[in-house]
């Protein structure tokens, strides 16, 4: 037969118990002190990594839309909304929430005659920056040669320096 358990009864807090809860916290502490430095570091470079995914698919949009229209868009918008009537405008091209970067920040595009550059300032969100704070730029050459399309990116990337 089952003894009732008496949910008055105090529990008497003894100092071997008392220690062991202490010493349970402190090591408790001392993992979560290692391990989580880590688990951080790993958010940061996947971070990095989809930034680098977001500029290379960006990248391949701008050049459909130039295969598609005839030349570079004027900015990233033009890749997501017709706002004028082009020939040929097959999109959208990208969802919006593609031209931010993984830490909320907007992607950059600098268009030119032959190149665009796609720039992504990464977490700190200013130009420059070095290791997990550098920026992540991915430069591309796009040339018409008798409507023979060449594409050649350069990436570069933040872990690098």
């Known amino acids: 037969m089952p003894v009732p358990v008496n949910s008055n ?4 807090a ?11 916290i402190l090591v408790l502490g001392f993992v979560l002190g290692l391990v989580l430095p880590r688990l951080i570091g790993n958010s940061d470079s996947a971070k990095i990594k989809a930034a680098e ?12 839309y ?5 030349y570079l868009p004027s900015d990233l918008d033009a890749l997501v909304s017709h706002t004028a009537q082009l020939d040929g405008w097959r999109g959208p091209y990208v969802k ?8 909320g920040n907007s992607v950059l595009y600098e268009p030119a005659e032959t190149y665009f550059e796609l720039t992504n300032y990464g977490p700190d969100n200013k130009s420059g920056g ?13 040339r018409d ?9 350069d990436a570069s990337d933040a872990g690098a320096g």
Do not use: F
């Open 145 to 153: 040669t008798a409507h023979n399309e060449s594409l050649h990116t």
């Open 96 to 103: 919006r929430s593609l031209l931010t970067g993984p830490w």
């Open 9 to 12: 009864v105090m529990r008497i």
């Open 14 to 24: 003894t100092p071997v118990n008392t220690t062991i809860s202490i010493v349970g």
């Open 66 to 70: 130039k295969l598609d229209v005839g």
């Open 130 to 142: 070095k290791n997990q704070n550098a920026d992540i730029v991915v430069h591309t050459h796009v």
């Open 53 to 64: 995914s977001r500029l290379n698919r960006l990248s391949m949009s701008i050049v459909a």
